[in-house]
């Protein structure tokens, strides 16, 4: 199958050439047909898919037949966080590179100044990829207007809705064109999440990836038992021993992205941290040099590593367990992506095991627990009356609510 063949136009099969495809994955043999025939899509897949191309490519071809005048906004693309939209803003500028017209693409997103996005609305823009609540901000200021948009893409559906943008979402929704397509992606499809696909979509073309050998990513899942406060020193040895290259290591908060990192740094493994409360210039840096490969290990919260595209990341750590089975397979989804190998590694203690079983039965996985020598647990599970809750670094009973959680996630994630 080649890319030509799913109907795509000369300069965008040039596109693709110049970065680097040469077959298409399953998704965008999938999408793309559908997406060209102006049909609305439902695509169950996840980062690492090619989802980004397989939505960019027809969202420039429909471009290229229908702009004629004046530039007024042809797609709008929502993503649940700033690193996804500099991500995919990015990929659809590369691909854009090729068309024989210039093609204005916009990333907007919170958590900066809001004037040099005015800005650099002026004059019209063709594409626009953004985080919702910053949308809506610019909407207020009447900074552009999405009153004509053909396409909307909604990207990581699921992680939008976990992150509380779903009164955003409507708002939005509301202020779109009723006649435009749709694509719709999601990773997950939690009863919330089909509910908002059943109502934006229309008899929409269900493209799913997820089960497919072709595109499952090739990750070997791997889980230790290691007693809690030995975690960095296995993390470290392993580092050493298995000669990782590169490896993201998820922790579940703030203090411990930042703690990890700089217990690793001295003892002298090159790791920087990435986390909500960092200034965006700073995540911008510490993301653009682990990528470099100018950092060994970056230690992240889930929210910061949130559909981060780092090619050949061979390694993925869980030194706290996530919370959800969902996040589970996001956070390994880090590596293995585009068809290359990778390594998932979750650290599991007596009090985090059965929350591994959890994840373990609701992923339909089985992976044998290991031990390390040197590195044998010892410590015995808390008695119920008295659990604290590792994964979440608090006392049960006293943990913030579900919806504080939300909150606080989305406003590290967006705004
Ligand atoms: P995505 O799922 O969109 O985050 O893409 C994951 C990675 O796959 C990115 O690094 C893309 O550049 C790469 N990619 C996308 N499409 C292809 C393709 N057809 N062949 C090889 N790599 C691809």
Not at 292 to 315: C, F, K, Y
């Amino acid at each position: 199958m080649s890319f030509s063949s799913l109907g795509l136009a000369a300069p965008l099969c040039n596109a693709v050439t110049a970065n680097g495809y040469t077959t298409p994955t399953a998704i965008q043999s999938a999408a793309i047909p559908a997406i060209l025939r102006g049909e609305d899509v439902l695509g169950a897949a996840q980062t690492g898919s090619g989802k980004t191309a397989a939505f960019a490519l027809p969202l420039l071809q429909s471009l290229l037949d229908n702009r004629s005048g004046a530039r007024q906004l042809h797609g709008l693309v929502l993503v649940p966080t700033r690193e996804l939209a500099a991500q995919v803003g990015e990929t659809i500028r590369r691909l854009a590179l090729h068309l024989p017209m210039q093609v204005k693409v916009s990333i907007v997103f919170g958590g900066v100044s809001i004037n040099p996005q005015m800005m650099a609305l002026r004059g019209g823009t063709d594409i626009v990829v953004a985080t919702p609540g910053r949308l809506l901000d610019l909407l207020d200021h009447n900074a552009l207007k999405i009153s004509r948009t053909a396409m909307l893409v909604l990207d990581e559906a699921d992680r939008l809705l976990d992150l509380g943008f779903s009164e955003e979402l409507g708002r939005i929704l509301a202020l779109l064109p009723t006649q435009r397509q749709n694509l719709f992606f999601s990773a997950t499809f939690p009863p919330s999440v089909q509910a908002l696909a059943d109502s934006m979509l229309h008899q929409p073309t269900r493209v799913e990836v997820l089960g497919e050998p072709l595109s499952k990513p090739d990750i070997a899942q791997r889980a230790i038992l290691v007693d809690v406060p030995r975690r960095t020193q296995l993390l470290k040895h392993l580092i050493l021993q298995e000669k990782w290259g590169r490896v993201l290591v998820f922790v579940a908060t703030k203090y411990a992205a930042d703690h990890v990192a700089d217990k690793l740094r001295r003892n002298g493994i090159d790791a920087g941290s990435i986390h909500g409360e960092l200034s965006q210039g700073a995540r911008g840096e510490v993301l653009s040099d682990f990528k470099a490969n100018r950092m060994q290990v970056l230690v992240a919260t889930d929210v910061a590593a949130r559909g981060i595209d780092i090619a050949r990341l061979p390694v993925v750590v869980n030194y706290d367990l996530p919370r959800s089975a969902d996040d589970y397979t996001h956070r390994i989804g880090r590596t293995g992506r585009a068809g290359e190998s990778g390594v998932a590694v979750s650290f599991v203690s007596a009090d985090t095991q059965a929350h591994f079983h959890l994840i373990e039965k609701r992923q339909d996985i089985k992976v044998a627990l290991e031990t390390i020598a040197g590195f044998e647990a010892v410590e015995e599970a808390t008695p119920v009356a008295a659990v604290t809750d590792t994964v979440n670094g608090g006392i049960k009973g006293k943990r913030k609510s579900k919806k504080d959680k939300l909150r606080e996630a989305a406003a590290n994630a967006a705004e």
